[in-house]
Protein backbone atom coordinates (compact mmCIF):
# COMPACT_ATOMS: atom_id res chain seq x y z
CA UNK A 1 0.00 0.00 0.00
CA UNK A 2 3.07 2.43 0.51
CA UNK A 3 4.55 1.98 -2.35
CA UNK A 4 1.23 2.35 -4.27
CA UNK A 5 0.94 5.89 -2.33
CA UNK A 6 3.84 6.46 -3.02
CA UNK A 7 3.37 5.85 -7.10
CA UNK A 8 0.00 8.06 -6.59
CA UNK A 9 2.16 11.19 -5.78
CA UNK A 10 -0.86 12.98 -3.44
CA UNK A 11 2.00 16.06 -3.28
CA UNK A 12 0.37 16.73 -7.43
CA UNK A 13 -3.49 17.06 -6.14
CA UNK A 14 -3.21 20.68 -4.55
CA UNK A 15 -2.83 21.48 -8.62
CA UNK A 16 -4.81 19.05 -10.25
CA UNK A 17 -8.02 20.76 -7.74
CA UNK A 18 -7.19 24.24 -8.58
CA UNK A 19 -9.17 24.63 -11.63
CA UNK A 20 -11.76 22.91 -9.65
CA UNK A 21 -12.13 25.18 -6.62
CA UNK A 22 -11.80 28.09 -9.05
CA UNK A 23 -14.84 26.82 -11.27
CA UNK A 24 -17.09 25.87 -7.95
CA UNK A 25 -16.17 29.44 -6.73
CA UNK A 26 -17.68 30.85 -10.20
CA UNK A 27 -20.70 28.76 -9.92
CA UNK A 28 -21.07 29.76 -6.02
CA UNK A 29 -20.56 33.42 -6.93
CA UNK A 30 -23.90 32.85 -8.76
CA UNK A 31 -25.71 31.07 -6.17
CA UNK A 32 -25.03 27.62 -8.04
CA UNK A 33 -22.87 25.90 -6.52
CA UNK A 34 -24.02 22.09 -5.15
CA UNK A 35 -22.08 20.02 -2.69
CA UNK A 36 -22.74 16.87 -4.70
CA UNK A 37 -20.99 18.29 -7.87
CA UNK A 38 -18.30 19.19 -5.77
CA UNK A 39 -17.61 15.92 -4.10
CA UNK A 40 -17.79 14.21 -7.66
CA UNK A 41 -16.01 16.50 -9.62
CA UNK A 42 -13.34 16.40 -6.71
CA UNK A 43 -13.60 12.88 -6.91
CA UNK A 44 -12.78 12.46 -10.64
CA UNK A 45 -10.05 14.88 -10.64
CA UNK A 46 -8.26 13.53 -8.55
CA UNK A 47 -8.62 9.67 -10.27
CA UNK A 48 -7.76 11.73 -13.68
CA UNK A 49 -4.56 12.67 -11.94
CA UNK A 50 -3.62 9.20 -10.10
CA UNK A 51 -4.18 8.13 -13.48
CA UNK A 52 -1.43 10.42 -15.23
CA UNK A 53 0.89 9.77 -12.31
CA UNK A 54 0.42 6.12 -12.73
CA UNK A 55 0.73 6.24 -16.71
CA UNK A 56 4.13 8.57 -16.34
CA UNK A 57 5.65 5.88 -14.05
CA UNK A 58 4.91 3.19 -16.62
CA UNK A 59 5.44 5.21 -19.28
CA UNK A 60 9.10 6.58 -18.30
CA UNK A 61 9.92 3.46 -16.73
CA UNK A 62 9.49 1.06 -19.41
CA UNK A 63 11.72 3.35 -22.09
CA UNK A 64 14.31 3.97 -19.37
CA UNK A 65 14.04 7.59 -18.93
CA UNK A 66 13.70 7.29 -15.33
CA UNK A 67 17.37 5.92 -14.44
CA UNK A 68 20.32 7.00 -12.35
CA UNK A 69 20.56 10.37 -13.73
CA UNK A 70 16.79 11.39 -12.85
CA UNK A 71 17.08 13.97 -9.97
CA UNK A 72 13.49 14.22 -8.52
CA UNK A 73 12.32 11.16 -6.47
CA UNK A 74 12.65 7.60 -7.75
CA UNK A 75 9.66 6.52 -9.53
CA UNK A 76 7.89 2.91 -8.80
CA UNK A 77 9.00 0.88 -11.78
CA UNK A 78 12.75 3.01 -11.58
CA UNK A 79 13.04 1.49 -7.53
CA UNK A 80 11.80 -1.65 -8.33
CA UNK A 81 8.65 -1.06 -6.04
CA UNK A 82 5.96 -2.07 -8.63
CA UNK A 83 6.60 -4.11 -11.04
CA UNK A 84 5.32 -3.32 -15.12
CA UNK A 85 2.54 -5.86 -15.15
CA UNK A 86 1.54 -4.50 -11.55
CA UNK A 87 1.22 -0.65 -12.51
CA UNK A 88 -0.39 -1.57 -15.48
CA UNK A 89 -3.44 -3.35 -13.44
CA UNK A 90 -3.23 -0.19 -11.59
CA UNK A 91 -3.78 1.76 -14.55
CA UNK A 92 -6.91 -0.34 -15.70
CA UNK A 93 -8.30 -0.37 -12.45
CA UNK A 94 -8.08 3.53 -11.81
CA UNK A 95 -9.85 4.37 -15.50
CA UNK A 96 -12.55 2.17 -14.13
CA UNK A 97 -13.08 3.95 -10.98
CA UNK A 98 -12.61 7.11 -12.57
CA UNK A 99 -14.94 6.50 -15.54
CA UNK A 100 -17.87 5.17 -12.75
CA UNK A 101 -17.12 8.69 -10.46
CA UNK A 102 -17.23 10.52 -14.15
CA UNK A 103 -20.47 8.96 -14.65
CA UNK A 104 -21.90 9.53 -11.45
CA UNK A 105 -20.70 13.12 -11.84
CA UNK A 106 -22.42 13.94 -15.06
CA UNK A 107 -26.02 12.22 -14.06
CA UNK A 108 -25.82 14.29 -10.54
CA UNK A 109 -25.09 17.59 -12.63
CA UNK A 110 -27.46 16.84 -16.01
CA UNK A 111 -29.89 14.04 -14.85
CA UNK A 112 -31.33 12.32 -18.15
CA UNK A 113 -32.99 15.02 -19.59
CA UNK A 114 -29.85 16.76 -20.73
CA UNK A 115 -28.48 14.23 -23.09
CA UNK A 116 -26.47 16.20 -25.21
CA UNK A 117 -24.57 17.71 -22.45
CA UNK A 118 -24.26 14.08 -20.81
CA UNK A 119 -22.46 12.78 -24.04
CA UNK A 120 -20.47 16.09 -24.22
CA UNK A 121 -18.97 15.55 -20.90
CA UNK A 122 -18.55 11.97 -21.24
CA UNK A 123 -16.65 12.09 -24.12
CA UNK A 124 -14.36 15.15 -22.50
CA UNK A 125 -13.65 12.32 -19.66
CA UNK A 126 -12.26 9.89 -22.34
CA UNK A 127 -10.37 12.41 -24.20
CA UNK A 128 -8.99 13.37 -20.20
CA UNK A 129 -8.20 9.39 -19.72
CA UNK A 130 -6.52 9.15 -23.21
CA UNK A 131 -4.50 12.51 -22.45
CA UNK A 132 -3.28 11.13 -19.36
CA UNK A 133 -2.11 8.00 -20.73
CA UNK A 134 -0.71 8.90 -23.81
CA UNK A 135 1.67 11.86 -22.38
CA UNK A 136 4.50 9.21 -21.42
CA UNK A 137 2.83 5.31 -23.03
CA UNK A 138 2.82 4.10 -26.06
CA UNK A 139 5.31 5.09 -29.33
CA UNK A 140 3.69 7.86 -29.93
CA UNK A 141 3.33 9.49 -26.17
CA UNK A 142 3.16 13.29 -26.98
CA UNK A 143 5.31 14.37 -23.93
CA UNK A 144 8.19 13.10 -25.73
CA UNK A 145 7.46 15.83 -28.54
CA UNK A 146 7.05 18.82 -26.58
CA UNK A 147 3.24 19.08 -25.98
CA UNK A 148 2.80 18.14 -22.84
CA UNK A 149 2.68 22.45 -22.14
CA UNK A 150 -0.34 22.26 -24.22
CA UNK A 151 -2.05 19.41 -23.11
CA UNK A 152 -1.44 20.55 -19.19
CA UNK A 153 -2.62 24.02 -20.64
CA UNK A 154 -6.13 22.80 -22.15
CA UNK A 155 -7.29 20.09 -19.26
CA UNK A 156 -5.50 21.50 -16.32
CA UNK A 157 -6.64 25.41 -17.00
CA UNK A 158 -9.46 25.56 -19.79
CA UNK A 159 -11.27 22.43 -19.32
CA UNK A 160 -10.82 22.19 -15.14
CA UNK A 161 -12.24 25.65 -14.92
CA UNK A 162 -14.67 26.07 -17.41
CA UNK A 163 -16.06 22.89 -17.49
CA UNK A 164 -16.42 22.53 -13.78
CA UNK A 165 -18.17 25.68 -14.01
CA UNK A 166 -20.93 24.89 -16.55
CA UNK A 167 -21.45 21.40 -14.07
CA UNK A 168 -23.25 23.38 -12.34
CA UNK A 169 -24.38 26.00 -14.22
CA UNK A 170 -25.08 24.59 -17.08
CA UNK A 171 -24.19 27.83 -19.25
CA UNK A 172 -20.72 28.67 -20.98
CA UNK A 173 -19.40 31.93 -19.13
CA UNK A 174 -17.19 33.63 -21.57
CA UNK A 175 -15.34 35.66 -18.42
CA UNK A 176 -14.57 32.24 -16.65
CA UNK A 177 -12.16 31.57 -19.37
CA UNK A 178 -9.76 33.88 -17.90
CA UNK A 179 -8.92 32.51 -14.80
CA UNK A 180 -9.25 29.11 -16.30
CA UNK A 181 -6.09 30.53 -18.61
CA UNK A 182 -4.40 31.77 -15.29
CA UNK A 183 -4.58 28.41 -13.96
CA UNK A 184 -3.53 27.18 -16.85
CA UNK A 185 -0.77 29.00 -17.28
CA UNK A 186 0.18 28.43 -13.78
CA UNK A 187 0.14 24.22 -14.25
CA UNK A 188 2.54 24.86 -17.26
CA UNK A 189 4.74 26.70 -15.30
CA UNK A 190 4.95 23.61 -13.39
CA UNK A 191 5.46 21.29 -16.05
CA UNK A 192 7.78 23.78 -17.50
CA UNK A 193 9.92 23.83 -14.07
CA UNK A 194 9.51 19.86 -14.20
CA UNK A 195 11.00 19.29 -17.19
CA UNK A 196 14.03 21.90 -16.51
CA UNK A 197 15.15 20.23 -13.40
CA UNK A 198 15.20 16.71 -15.53
CA UNK A 199 16.42 18.24 -18.85
CA UNK A 200 19.71 16.17 -18.61
CA UNK A 201 18.09 12.80 -18.03
CA UNK A 202 15.25 13.87 -20.84
CA UNK A 203 17.70 14.65 -23.33
CA UNK A 204 20.01 11.43 -23.25
CA UNK A 205 16.48 9.67 -23.31
CA UNK A 206 15.06 11.27 -26.60
CA UNK A 207 12.12 12.73 -24.23
CA UNK A 208 12.28 15.83 -26.44
CA UNK A 209 9.93 18.13 -24.02
CA UNK A 210 9.85 21.83 -25.03
CA UNK A 211 12.72 22.42 -22.47
CA UNK A 212 15.13 20.11 -24.39
CA UNK A 213 14.38 21.72 -27.31
CA UNK A 214 14.43 25.41 -26.46
CA UNK A 215 17.19 25.20 -23.92
CA UNK A 216 17.58 26.13 -20.17
CA UNK A 217 17.96 29.82 -21.13
CA UNK A 218 14.91 30.18 -23.28
CA UNK A 219 12.80 28.09 -20.33
CA UNK A 220 13.19 30.57 -18.18
CA UNK A 221 12.06 32.96 -20.30
CA UNK A 222 8.97 30.88 -20.81
CA UNK A 223 8.70 30.73 -17.03
CA UNK A 224 8.11 34.27 -16.90
CA UNK A 225 5.43 34.38 -19.55
CA UNK A 226 3.36 32.08 -17.50
CA UNK A 227 3.59 33.79 -14.43
CA UNK A 228 3.45 36.87 -15.63
CA UNK A 229 0.36 36.13 -18.33
CA UNK A 230 -1.77 34.26 -15.37
CA UNK A 231 -1.70 37.34 -13.27
CA UNK A 232 -2.82 39.70 -16.01
CA UNK A 233 -5.35 37.32 -16.81
CA UNK A 234 -6.37 37.12 -13.04
CA UNK A 235 -6.43 41.12 -13.11
CA UNK A 236 -8.43 41.66 -16.27
CA UNK A 237 -11.08 38.99 -14.78
CA UNK A 238 -11.19 41.79 -11.93
CA UNK A 239 -11.11 44.61 -13.84
CA UNK A 240 -13.61 43.43 -15.97
CA UNK A 241 -15.92 41.83 -12.97
CA UNK A 242 -15.20 44.63 -10.48
CA UNK A 243 -17.42 44.83 -7.28
CA UNK A 244 -14.99 45.46 -4.15
CA UNK A 245 -11.51 46.16 -3.62
CA UNK A 246 -11.62 42.33 -1.81
CA UNK A 247 -11.42 41.13 -5.61
CA UNK A 248 -7.36 41.87 -5.15
CA UNK A 249 -6.77 39.39 -2.38
CA UNK A 250 -5.84 37.05 -4.87
CA UNK A 251 -2.44 39.16 -5.49
CA UNK A 252 -1.18 37.72 -1.98
CA UNK A 253 -0.61 34.95 -3.65
CA UNK A 254 1.81 36.32 -6.24
CA UNK A 255 4.21 37.39 -3.43
CA UNK A 256 5.48 33.68 -3.06
CA UNK A 257 5.25 33.27 -7.01
CA UNK A 258 7.36 36.34 -7.60
CA UNK A 259 10.27 34.87 -4.61
CA UNK A 260 9.83 31.73 -6.67
CA UNK A 261 10.50 33.47 -9.86
CA UNK A 262 13.53 34.60 -9.30
CA UNK A 263 14.75 31.79 -7.59
CA UNK A 264 14.19 29.97 -10.78
CA UNK A 265 16.30 32.53 -12.61
CA UNK A 266 19.32 32.45 -10.56
CA UNK A 267 19.17 29.10 -10.23
CA UNK A 268 22.47 26.84 -11.37
CA UNK A 269 21.41 23.41 -10.02
CA UNK A 270 18.91 21.43 -11.35
CA UNK A 271 18.29 19.47 -7.93
CA UNK A 272 17.34 22.76 -6.60
CA UNK A 273 14.53 23.22 -9.05
CA UNK A 274 12.44 20.21 -7.05
CA UNK A 275 11.93 21.78 -4.13
CA UNK A 276 10.20 24.88 -6.00
CA UNK A 277 8.23 22.59 -7.33
CA UNK A 278 6.23 22.35 -4.37
CA UNK A 279 6.39 25.75 -3.71
CA UNK A 280 4.81 26.63 -6.99
CA UNK A 281 2.09 23.86 -7.10
CA UNK A 282 0.73 25.33 -3.48
CA UNK A 283 1.15 28.39 -4.54
CA UNK A 284 -1.50 27.55 -7.62
CA UNK A 285 -3.91 26.23 -5.18
CA UNK A 286 -3.55 29.44 -2.79
CA UNK A 287 -4.03 31.47 -5.73
CA UNK A 288 -7.48 29.39 -6.77
CA UNK A 289 -9.13 29.55 -2.95
CA UNK A 290 -7.85 33.63 -3.10
CA UNK A 291 -9.24 34.25 -6.38
CA UNK A 292 -12.51 32.43 -5.48
CA UNK A 293 -12.92 34.04 -2.02
CA UNK A 294 -12.60 37.47 -3.60
CA UNK A 295 -15.56 36.62 -6.00
CA UNK A 296 -17.56 35.87 -3.40
CA UNK A 297 -17.36 39.60 -1.56
Known amino acids: ?36 IFVFAVGTTIGFQVLSNFANDYGDGVKGTDN ?16 PSQMLKGI ?28 LFFILGIA ?20 GDVSVFLFFGLLSVVGSEFLYTQQWNSFAFLPACSIGFLSAA ?61 LIAFLPIGKHFVTVLKNKEAKNLDLELKKLALSTFLFAILFGLGMLC
Open 1 to 36: MKNWIQAARLRTLPLSLSGIVVGSFLAASQNKFNGL
Open 68 to 83: EQRIGPARALQSGAIS
Open 92 to 119: YTTIILTLFMALALIFVSFGIENLGYSV
Open 128 to 147: SIVAAVKYTMGKNAYGYSGL
Open 190 to 250: VLNLNNMRDRASDSTSNKNTLVVKIGVQAAKKYHCFLLLFSLVCALFFVQTQYQSPFQYIF
